[in-house]
């Protein structure tokens, strides 16, 4: 089993839809949760950080951590066809190594 | 503030060869790690430096090496090319986190092409 599972996708959704991508993991240690957002042949973005169980939310984004069901999601709302990218979770211990999931490939349809 | 940077963006190598990539962080971070990222296996974690010393290893073979140097620019090798090296290199630099977490900033990767 691996450490951080994601929902593999693809997604595809129309425009102005809200897209939920979700994550789960094994291992209770880990303490810090991020998003990020990689487009076709570009390195992955930071879009989503946070350390605490319950929501964050930055502007069409929100990120969500439930940390007693090992389980955290990303709504996007209002999506646009810019949004289509592979959209990766992942989480870490302290400064040791990001553990990805494999990543969920979501197209907006204009 | 400028990125992270990644030299070269392509790269074709032969069997055999071997390969030096590199990695200039953000200003100010101190902390590099290197990401091997293929459509079989994702993004796996290569290593980590922290103020010229490797304080983190994942789990790839010995062909795989990396340092710092004292302006936190790092440079990654890879030894006797194996097609399976065929990848995308990430390089990710964060700033000090101490025991804290802290984000991680990708720059946009060496397309590493083995033939």
């Known amino acids: 089993q691996k450490e951080v599972e994601q929902d593999p996708g693809p997604l595809s959704v129309p425009e102005g839809a809200i897209v939920s991508l979700n994550c789960t993991y094994s291992n209770s240690a880990f303490q810090y949760f991020m998003w990020y957002r990689q487009y076709s042949r570009k390195g992955p973005e930071l879009l989503m950080y946070?350390?605490?169980?319950g929501n964050k939310e930055d502007g069409r984004f929100t990120a969500q951590v439930d940390k007693s069901s090992k389980y955290i999601s990303l709504f996007i709302r209002d999506s646009q066809p810019s949004d289509s990218a592979t959209y990766l979770c992942?989480?870490?211990?302290?400064?040791?190594?990001?553990?990805f999931g494999a990543g969920t490939t979501v197209t907006v349809r204009a | 503030k400028a990125g992270v940077t990644q030299t070269p963006r392509y790269l074709i190598k032969t069997r055999g060869q071997q390969v030096t990539l590199s990695c200039s962080p953000i200003s100010g971070h101190r902390s590099v790690s290197w990401y091997q990222q293929t459509p079989g296996q994702g993004l796996q974690f290569l290593f980590e430096y922290f103020s010229e010393t490797q304080r983190n290893k994942g789990n790839f073979p010995g062909r795989f090496s990396g340092r710092q140097f004292s302006n936190s620019r790092s440079e990654m090798n890879v030894s006797t090319l194996e097609l399976g090296d065929s990848a995308l290199y990430l390089c990710?630099?964060?700033?000090?986190?101490?025991?804290?977490?802290?984000?991680?900033?990708f720059g946009p990767g060496t397309r590493l092409t083995v033939t």
């Open positions: 946070t350390y605490s169980s």
């Open positions: 992942a989480m870490k211990i302290g400064d040791y190594k990001l553990s």
């Open positions: 990710a630099s964060s700033s000090i986190g101490g025991t804290g977490g802290n984000e991680q900033y």
